[in-house]
């Protein structure tokens, strides 16, 4: 009997913790578990023939938002090749509303809720040594009859397997990794309110297991905990334990900023420069807002941790927005917009409201006048507080900061940028315009296009004797983020065949370089001392050299 595990990621570079739960948690029966893994970037054709040539007697997909209306699809071609396969589902996005969705999609098996005991079970079954009826948590069809025992109760968490084999090949992957479940808040927007009490894993056992990333050198372990700091002795302990090892794993946790402790503040402060990075759930600074969707918060406790724990600029944080909260107009959430901004994250997250199933928030979807889709993610369409319009020009002002502001590529020129606005909301916004005035949301732009479309479009919009600035700024961020020994044409700056033989002199001089031909001088033309953020400057008789290496060497002359 063969069983096969499938993982449709929304990332090629992500990895699927819940289906190695289930492989960990029953290997020790005798049948054939196998897992697979894809993306939803994948071909649905080639998905398919790679579940199909497996010859499995059960396929389980484990379902989420992301991934639903493909695996529907799929569903769908797996029971027209063969009619015989039997699929078992399974995951938060079944879990609600799991008999009207096994009643009208092909399969024959759905579990609810936490799926390692059941899971197991249902391996037994199939092996003949239970009978469906002795099952808790699992939804099955009889004659295109859907029956349920009995709710499941939840696990002790130090039952689980670890589930991640010795030789597994992930050190190319984001890794998930969880130490706890539940959260003790009651977020309307979140499937963790429904749930009733945080569960941990033993300290020692997490630890052991963390050693297992650090030793295999993973670049990212990303903790799925929904509030990896609820429970301060946990936290401070593994907080300690993490900062004392020599490692250059990366830690993700996703926190609750306004619950942080002192103590906590100042052990993160503490920690080696790129150690940890945090994710931390603004969602709003409108506290009606914030009252309207059952948080118990306020920006302002929220900005003092934020800005203590970024004193030392060693701890990466990337704070979230939602757009559509109810209550929230386009108004105050440009207000939202820019508190955040105000506090110079390493990413701002901007996402829109999801109507999950089994939330709080979609049984007041019509007290908030607000409209989503009935296809996953289920997200919002419009409200009595915003319209479709507004929210598809936040769409677009999300992508402008994610490429402009998230990705680092452009942090000194935009200090400058910055200075001609009277808001950061009024800057995307404006950018955003030009690109849908140029139509560039509607094809696909290079990074060089990125670049062009800035320059392009800044270019005219900041005073006159800043010009020269905002080109070298440019130029400076270019170069640190593209190692080219070349650059693009709307940023070359010419200098003379003498000021080229000195430098090409100094050069071989210096470096002990024989063939210069391979070599290109540029100028920097000005100083931008007050711009950089390493205390590091350029002045007028600074050159930039290309090397046949595509390395970049500034050269003070």
């Given at each position: 009997m063969k069983i096969l595990l499938v993982g449709i990621n929304s990332k090629f570079i992500h990895s699927n913790l819940a289906i190695r739960y289930l492989k960990a948690y029953s290997q020790d029966l005798n049948y054939d578990c196998m897992i697979k893994e894809f993306s939803i970037n994948d071909r649905i054709e080639n998905v398919l023939e790679g579940i199909i040539e497996e010859k499995a007697d059960v396929v389980a997909f484990s379902c989420y938002i992301w991934n639903m209306e493909f695996i529907n699809k799929l569903a769908v071609l797996m029971k027209l090749v063969n009619p015989k396969l039997e699929i078992l589902y399974g995951g938060p996005e079944v879990s609600y509303g799991a008999k009207e969705y096994l009643e009208s999609h092909p399969g024959e098996y759905l579990i609810e809720g936490e799926g390692e005991v059941t899971f197991r079970e249902f391996v037994e079954y199939k092996l003949g040594y239970k009978t469906l009826n002795e099952i808790d948590g699992i939804y099955y069809k009889i004659d295109n009859e859907i029956l349920f025992n009995r709710r499941r109760k939840d696990m002790d968490m130090n039952?689980?397997?670890?589930?991640?084999?010795?030789?597994?090949?992930?050190?190319?992957?984001?890794?998930?990794?969880?130490?706890?479940?539940?959260?003790?808040?009651?977020?309307?927007?979140?499937?963790?309110?429904?749930?009733?009490?945080?569960?941990?894993?033993?300290?020692?056992?997490?630890?052991?297991?963390?050693?297992?990333?650090?030793?295999?050198?993973?670049?990212?372990?990303?903790?799925?905990?929904?509030?990896?700091?609820?429970?301060?002795?946990?936290?401070?302990?593994?907080?300690?334990?993490?900062?004392?090892?020599?490692?250059?794993?990366?830690?993700?946790?996703?926190?609750?900023?306004?619950?942080?402790?002192?103590?906590?503040?100042?052990?993160?402060?503490?920690?080696?420069?790129?150690?940890?990075?945090?994710?931390?759930?603004?969602?709003?600074?409108?506290?009606?807002?914030?009252?309207?969707?059952?948080?118990?918060?306020?920006?302002?406790?929220l900005q003092d941790k934020v800005l203590r724990i970024a004193k030392n600029g060693n701890v990466m944080q990337h704070?979230?927005?939602?757009?559509?909260?109810?209550?929230?107009?386009?108004?105050?959430?440009?207000?939202?917009?820019?508190?955040?901004?105000?506090?110079?994250?390493?990413?701002?997250?901007?996402?829109?409201?999801?109507?999950?199933?089994?939330?709080?928030?979609r049984l007041d979807a019509e007290k908030w006048g607000i409209v989503y889709s009935p296809y996953a993610p289920y997200e919002i369409i419009r409200s009595s507080d915003i319209s479709y319009d507004e929210l598809l020009t936040l769409k677009k002002v999300e992508h402008i900061t994610d490429k402009y502001y998230n990705s680092g590529r452009f942090k000194n020129s935009i200090k400058l940028i910055l200075e001609?606005?009277?808001?950061?909301?009024?800057?995307?916004?404006?950018?955003?315009?030009?690109?849908?005035?140029?139509?560039?949301?509607?094809?696909?732009?290079?990074?060089?296009?990125?670049?062009?479309?800035?320059?392009?479009?800044?270019?005219?919009?900041?005073?006159?004797?800043?010009?020269?600035?905002?080109?070298?700024?440019?130029?400076?961020?270019?170069?640190?983020?593209?190692?080219?020994?070349?650059?693009?044409?709307?940023?070359?700056?010419?200098?003379?065949?003498?000021?080229?033989?000195?430098?090409?002199?100094?050069?071989?001089?210096?470096?002990?370089?024989?063939?210069?031909?391979?070599?290109?001088?540029?100028?920097?033309?000005?100083?931008?001392?007050?711009?950089?953020?390493?205390?590091?400057?350029?002045?007028?008789?600074?050159?930039?050299?290309?090397?046949?290496?595509?390395?970049?060497?500034?050269?003070?002359?």
């Open positions: 039952d689980l397997i670890f589930p991640y084999e010795e030789n597994e090949d992930i050190e190319n992957k984001i890794v998930y990794y969880e130490a706890s479940r539940g959260c003790p808040f009651k977020c309307s927007y979140c499937l963790s309110s429904v749930m009733h009490g945080v569960r941990f894993l033993d300290i020692n056992r997490v630890k052991k297991e963390l050693t297992y990333f650090m030793k295999k050198e993973i670049p990212l372990v990303k903790f799925v905990d929904r509030t990896f700091n609820c429970n301060k002795k946990f936290t401070k302990e593994l907080l300690e334990f993490l900062i004392e090892q020599d490692t250059k794993t990366r830690f993700h946790f996703e926190i609750a900023a306004d619950i942080l402790t002192d103590e906590e503040i100042e052990l993160l402060n503490k920690a080696p420069k790129g150690r940890f990075q945090l994710e931390i759930g603004v969602q709003t600074s409108n506290i009606e807002v914030l009252h309207n969707i059952n948080r118990v918060i306020t920006f302002e406790n704070l979230d927005l939602i757009a559509g909260l109810p209550g929230e107009n386009m108004e105050s959430f440009k207000r939202s917009f820019n508190d955040v901004h105000s506090l110079n994250p390493d990413e701002i997250q901007l996402g829109f409201l999801k109507l999950l199933k089994g939330s709080s928030m001609q606005y009277t808001s950061p909301f009024d800057l995307y916004y404006d950018l955003a315009n030009y690109f849908i005035e140029k139509g560039y949301f509607k094809r696909s732009l290079s990074n060089l296009d990125y670049y062009n479309a800035y320059y392009s479009f800044f270019k005219n919009k900041i005073n006159s004797e800043d010009v020269i600035l905002f080109e070298e700024l440019l130029k400076y961020d270019y170069l640190n983020y593209n190692n080219k020994k070349w650059i693009p044409e709307f940023l070359f700056r010419d200098i003379t065949k003498e000021e080229e033989r000195s430098i090409r002199e100094i050069v071989k001089e210096r470096f002990n370089i024989s063939n210069l031909k391979k070599y290109h001088i540029e100028k920097f033309r000005i100083n931008i001392l007050k711009y950089l953020d390493k205390g590091e400057y350029l002045l007028e008789n600074t050159y930039i050299i290309y090397d046949e290496n595509n390395m970049v060497t500034l050269l003070e002359v």
